[in-house]
């Protein structure tokens, strides 16, 4: 897997490329010289960071089952405003 390099201008002028550039491997987005971003593939992601997801993901993905939701209600306290 090679590392592929560019910069933000590059990056910002031709995204497409660097999303393609991206499924062969990590590509690097400099600042002004130096590392400040890595563009990754979402597999090469999932694969990094263990292929779990959020609950969130989970939930939007397409036939996910309705999960009802139903939480406590709380309490409300009220008390006067000290306007001393």
């Known amino acids: 897997m090679s590392v592929i390099t560019i910069t933000s201008r590059e990056f910002n002028q031709d995204v497409g490329r660097a999303k393609k550039a991206a499924q062969s491997g990590p590509v690097l987005i400099t600042d002004r010289g130096r590392p ?3 563009l990754l593939s979402i597999e090469e992601y999932r694969r990094l960071t263990g ?5 969130a993901e989970a939930l939007a993905q397409p036939g996910a089952p309705d999960v ?17």
């Open 68 to 84: 009802d939701f139903a939480p406590p209600k709380l309490e409300r306290v009220t008390r006067d405003a000290d306007l001393s």
């Open 51 to 55: 292929g779990s997801e959020t609950l």
């Open 36 to 38: 400040a971003h890595v």
